[in-house]
C-alpha cells in the first residue's frame, strides 16, 4: 500500500509500505475514506521533534472495517468506524473515567496517512457510525479523530457553558473547532485571538463572537478590557509556546480554567508565577474517545459541520505539497485523498 | 503593640510597632486570642524569599472585632471573628465564584503575630463564630485562618471523595490538615508521604490509611504499586519544590488532581513532560474564605480538631525561638500566646 514517510525536516515522500494487517486478536484493519494532516505533524516537519529514523506518518482515521482480530466483537468488518488518536480499551479505570489518552494500555496512532491502517484495541478504540456515511460527511468524521474531539475537549476543560466568556488562543483547526465546541457548549462569549483574515471569518462562522488581533501582554490586556477587568472564565490553549501558554494563562481570571491542547514545546512554567495565578490546568493528549460518540451523532445529524477546516484538498500522492501548504500557512487544513 | 518582625534571614525580634488602627472606612482592628507562626514564613527566615527591608510577620489570625470603620456592617465590636491570609470584599465575580483569595480587591495580610491586627474588607473578610469560644477552641480557629482552609482546599482540588484513593505529599501542618480534610470528605484511602515518625501519628489519627516514607521516584513506584499501577485518583502537593511537584503529578493517573497548595520555590514544570501526564493541576493561595463558614462549625461542634498541628507553644516575645523551632523541624507548627 502507499502510505506517507517523513524522513527528515521538509522531507515527506509517498512510497510503498508495507500493508497494514492484523498483528493481535484485538486488532483492526481499516481502509481510510480520507486521510489529513494534523498541525502536530509539522513539529518535526518544521525539525522541532526529533525523528530516529523514518516515520509512517499521520494519526487521524476514518473508514472502513477491511479484517478484524479474532477477539473483536464490537465492530464488523464493513462498518464505517471513526476513532481517535490513541487507541485505548475503554474498559480500564481510567478509560471509565473518561480519560481514555490516558488508558493503561493505550498506543498513540501512526501510519494513517495511507490506504490501510491498523487499529489495535479495536473494540475499546473504534465507534461506527450510524450507516455508511455520505461522502460529504467524510471531510468532519475525519476531523473528529482528533482536531474536533482535542478542540472540544479544550473547551470542555476551560468549561465552556452557559454564561461563561470563553477565549481561544489558536487559530489551526483545533483553535478554531474549540470555538465551535464553546459555542455548542452554550458559551456566552467567544473571543478568538487571530490576526488571519480567513481563520477569522471561519472563527464567526463557527461562533467567535469577537476577534482580538493583539497578542502576548497586549492581547491580556484586550482581553481584561473586554470583561470588567476580571479576565476570561475559562481560555483554551491550542499553540504549545510559552507565549501562548502564558497568553492563555493570563487572559484567565483567578480560579479561571486553562484548556491547554497545544502540545508544549520549549516551555517552562515557572512555580512561583504560576501559583500566584491560581489557575486551573486540564490537558494533554485528548481523551477524544469520550466525545466521539456525540461529536459522530452531531456530524450525522448535520448540527455541526467541522470539516469546513480542511481548506486545501490533494491526492495522498501530493502529500509533500500538502505538508508544504500548512507549514507556510497557506492551508488552515490539508485532506488527503486515497 | 508588640509584633513580630524579620530583619532578614534567621534574625526575627519582638519589639514595639505602631499599633494597628483603622485606615480605610471598611477595615475592622481586631485583637488577637494567639498567633502563629506559618511554614510559609521560613521562606524568607530561611533567605530563599528575599526581603525589602524588616517585615512585620504574620498572616493568620482569629480573635476580637475592638474597632469597626464606619462602612463595616457585618460585625460589630466584640464579636469573635476568623478570617483568611488573604483580605477579600466577596462581592466581586471572582469572589462569588469562591476563589476569594483571587478577588479583584485582594490584600495579602501580614503584621498578625501581633497584639492587633487591621483587616482590610472586615465585612467580606471576617467570618463571626456563633459565639465567644473556649479557650481549647483557639488553636482550631486559628489553624482555619490558613493551614486548614489550605489543606482543605487542596484536598476538594484534589478531588477526595467516597471511592477515592488521595495521596498526600507534605508531612507540615498544610499535609497534615488535608489529610483531615480528605476524611472528612468521605476518601476511601488515604495515603501519607511521610518519614518523620511524630507526623506519621498525628496522619493516622487525622484519616490517613498509609504511610508511605519513600520519595521521588521510589515513592511513586510505591503508590503505583498500592493502586494496581493506576496511580491515585488525586493528589495534594503541600511542600512546594521541584521534587515534591514532580512526585505529585507522577503519583497521579491520568486524568487524575493535583491540588497544589505549596509556594512553588524554584520549580519550573517542563511543557511537555506536563502535557503527556495528562493531570489536573489547580492550586495557588487558597480560597480559604470559601470554607471558613462551614470549618468553624465543624470546629465549634467539636467534630475535628486541627489544632493538633500547634506542637509547641510559646509567649508572644519568644517568637524566635518559635522560627527556630520549626526551621529546625523540632516543631510542626508554633502558636505563639499573646
Not at 499521520?58 to 464490537?74: C, F, P, R, S, T
Not at 470563553?166 to 489551526?172: E, L, N, R, S, T
Not at 483547526?173 to 459555542?183: D, N, S, T
Not at 501558554?245 to 491542547?261: C, D, T
Request: proline share 4%.
Amino acid at each position: 500500500m502507499r502510505g506517507v514517510v517523513m524522513y527528515g525536516p521538509g522531507d515527506v515522500r509517498v512510497e510503498e509500505v508495507e500493508d497494514a494487517r492484523i498483528v493481535d486478536s484485538t486488532d483492526a484493519v481499516i481502509r481510510l475514506a480520507a486521510a489529513c494532516i494534523c498541525g502536530s505533524d509539522l513539529w518535526p516537519y518544521r525539525g522541532i521533534d526529533k525523528l530516529n529514523g523514518p516515520a509512517h506518518m499521520g494519526h487521524e482515521y476514518a473508514g472502513l472495517v477491511e479484517q478484524i482480530g479474532d477477539d473483536v466483537v464490537n465492530v464488523k468488518v464493513g462498518d464505517f468506524v471513526v476513532g481517535s488518536f490513541v487507541a485505548s480499551d475503554n474498559t480500564c479505570e481510567i478509560c471509565q473515567a473518561g480519560y481514555q489518552s490516558g488508558c493503561i494500555h493505550r498506543v498513540f496512532m501512526t501510519g494513517t496517512q495511507s490506504e490501510l491502517a491498523r487499529i489495535p484495541h479495536a473494540d475499546g478504540t473504534l465507534v461506527p457510525t450510524p450507516g455508511i456515511p455520505d461522502p460529504e460527511l467524510i471531510p468532519s468524521l475525519l476531523a473528529a479523530s482528533d482536531v474536533l474531539g482535542t478542540g472540544w475537549y479544550a473547551a470542555v476543560a476551560a468549561e465552556a457553558g452557559p454564561g461563561k466568556t470563553i477565549a481561544v488562543v489558536g487559530d489551526g483547526a483545533v483553535g478554531l473547532l474549540a470555538i465551535l465546541a464553546a459555542k455548542q457548549l452554550g458559551a456566552e462569549r467567544i473571543i478568538a485571538f487571530s490576526r488571519h483574515a480567513d481563520r477569522q471569518v471561519l472563527a464567526r462562522e463557527f461562533g467567535a463572537t469577537d476577534i482580538v488581533e493583539e497578542r502576548g501582554d497586549e492581547g491580556v490586556a484586550r482581553i481584561k478590557e473586554m470583561t470588567g477587568g476580571y479576565g476570561a472564565h475559562g481560555v483554551v490553549e491550542a499553540v504549545g509556546t510559552q507565549e501562548s501558554i502564558w497568553q492563555a494563562i493570563h487572559a484567565a481570571r483567578a480560579g479561571g480554567r486553562i484548556g491547554y491542547v497545544g502540545i508544549g514545546h520549549e516551555v517552562d512554567l515557572n512555580g512561583l508565577d504560576l501559583f500566584f495565578e491560581g489557575v486551573h490546568l486540564e490537558g494533554g493528549p485528548a481523551p477524544v474517545r469520550r466525545f466521539l460518540p456525540d461529536l459522530i451523532q452531531l456530524i450525522w445529524d448535520r448540527k455541526i459541520d467541522p470539516g469546513k477546516v480542511f481548506d486545501f484538498t490533494l491526492p495522498l500522492s501530493q502529500a509533500a505539497e500538502g505538508y508544504k501548504a500548512m507549514d507556510e500557512r497557506r492551508a488552515i487544513k490539508v485532506l488527503l485523498t486515497v
